[in-house]
């Protein structure tokens, strides 16, 4: 993404061990030397300053909760036996703030621990075949866990438009669709 002209961030969030979720000169390029670096410890081996969350745990940081939840294929991988991504190494997250709660998937696909969530405020949902979930998918967990609004992210050839005409008769769920990867 091009970030000129933000502000540096307080508070840097990783999901994964792949290039797209740790790129190391956007990490410098956002960050100043108080920015909090929060990964999962699989992450964390090449992130060295990064502070370490695990699936499950809550830790307050730059004065954000921050939760990590599981971020897991269910079926999908590369070959049969295999998946994309193992439960336990990376995290989507909850961050409340400001009495608001903001859920970020991360690489997933809908998962029991996805549609378990609850008083979800915005959720930023991936869908992006063939390493996470369609976009009928990723609307049908959005169903389960109802978030007040919810934007479609990480889609790079799904088309985003399904995911909110299947969300159209889901009362409380407002999607926001947004021109980004």
Known sequence: GDYTGLPPADLILLTDVHGDHQDRAMIDKLKKPA???VAPPAVAQTITEAQTIRNGEKKTMAGVEVEAVPMYNLTRGPQPGTLYHD???GNG?????GGKRVYISGD???TPEMKALQNIDVAFLCMNLPYTMPPGEAADCAKA???KIVYPY????????EFA???????????RIREWY
Do not use: M, W
Request: hydrophobic share 30%.
């Open 35 to 37: 920015t909090i670096v």
């Open 108 to 110: 997933t696909e809908c």
């Open 93 to 97: 997250y909850i961050l409340t703030l």
């Open 154 to 161: 990480h889609s790079r050839g799904s088309n985003v438009q």
């Open 145 to 147: 866990f109802r978030p």
């Open 165 to 175: 005409d299947a969300l159209k008769s889901t009362p409380g769920v407002e999607v």
């Open 87 to 89: 439960k336990g190494r």
